[in-house]
């Protein structure tokens, strides 16, 4: 099992950055796929990033491809999601997301352990 805790987030204008960081405990990190999802208010969970296990392969929602980029240190147990030219639609809570799977791997129901979420809020 696998203790997810992200942080990061804040308020930023439209066209800024933010860097958000996933800290993993317990089991290994390498051990799994990691995501990265987003939840506006009133929307569903939307899948945002993925990266492979080792890091080597990486996977992006088309709304964020070119602006954001997910990466993992295995060393640190550590996953970060880069966020550049930050839009009003991007603001949501952000949730990391670890899975054991080697599929699919876009939908909530593919990943087994979460994070509580840290909150992105881009002002126009």
């Known amino acids: 099992q696998v203790q997810l805790v992200e942080s990061g987030g804040g308020l930023v204008q439209t066209g800024g950055s933010l860097r958000l960081s996933c800290a993993a405990s317990?089991?290994?990190?390498?051990?799994?796929?990691m995501g990265w999802f987003r939840q506006a208010p009133g929307k569903e969970h939307e899948f945002v990033a993925r990266i492979s296990r080792s890091g080597g392969t990486t996977y992006y929602a088309d709304s964020v491809k070119g602006r954001f980029t997910i990466s993992r240190d295995n060393a640190k147990n550590t996953v970060y999601l880069q966020m550049n030219s930050l839009k009003p639609e991007d603001t949501a809570v952000y949730y990391c997301a670890a899975s054991l799977r080697l599929v699919g791997l876009t939908t909530r129901a593919d990943y087994d352990y979460w994070g509580q979420g840290t909150q992105v809020t881009v002002s126009s």
């Open positions: 317990g089991r290994t990190l390498s051990t799994y796929v």
